[in-house]
């Protein structure tokens, strides 16, 4: 295991002890290494399960007939993480959120984890379910194609409480904070299998990002992912461990901004 440093409740992995840690605000946490590759491989294979189901029959067709063409055939225990990912023509992504925040993406609210189907999967969601601050939550699924944005925003204050769990799965993003009344910034990275927290003041005062990285603006081959986002509920109607049912209320607000030169 690699040495890290607490700051509060933030803790962050470093290569070698005299490693400096990135200046982060009080109310933000990073786990980047919080799911080993087996473990990433069984929770993107169980979440990409629950969004499959939703697309329509010839999609839904096509697509195993292409995963099935694959050798080796790879499944929820692969080392593999991205391979689980078929490509993007074999999905239906939205092209944008009615608030255009999120850009060629799939999403939906989860009221079940597939435990039935993955042995092995209730470990892992334990586990990730262990670094909430409080019960009573709400889950949600978002997957973006390798081209697809997250632009800066608020979650929706009505649909979400204080703070705000991300969970990534495949491509490394990098995720932006941006004070909203103020100078203070930051960024860090989101590779796969890491974990983020944002609450209180964080949650509520900065809007966050995700972004493609293009270093010197040079394009970059970029990958699918996929997120397990857990909230803490606002309001709380039919709420139980894993998820919340509540009337349609988008968990993004229309607070945003033009994408970040």
Known sequence: ?????????RLIH??????????????FSLWPRFLSRAEQSMLLAASLHKLDAL????IRRSREDFMRSRTPILGPKSENVMGLFAPDEFYEFQEGHFDGVIHHFRETHLSTWPFDKFEG?????????SLCPTDNVQTHLLHLA??????????????????IL????GDERILRMNQINGNQAFHVTLPSGSVYLQQDN???????SIERECPGNVAVRH?????????????????????IRFSNISLYSRIKTPPLP
């Open 14 to 27: 470093t290569k070698s002890p005299s490693s400096i840690c990135p200046p982060l605000p009080q109310g």
């Open 121 to 129: 999967l209730k470990t892992v969601v334990d586990r990730l379910y």
């Open 202 to 208: 964080v949650r509520f005062n900065y809007k966050h």
């Open 223 to 243: 990958g699918q992912r996929l997120s397990v986002m857990i909230r803490v509920c606002a309001v709380v109607i039919g709420c139980d461990q894993t998820s």
């Open 146 to 163: 390798s081209y697809g944005d997250i632009l800066p925003h608020v979650d929706n204050v009505s649909a979400s409480g204080t703070w």
């Open 1 to 9: 295991m690699l040495p890290f440093r607490e700051i509060g409740r």
């Open 55 to 58: 697309d329509t029959r010839r």
């Open 166 to 169: 991300g969970v990534s799965l």
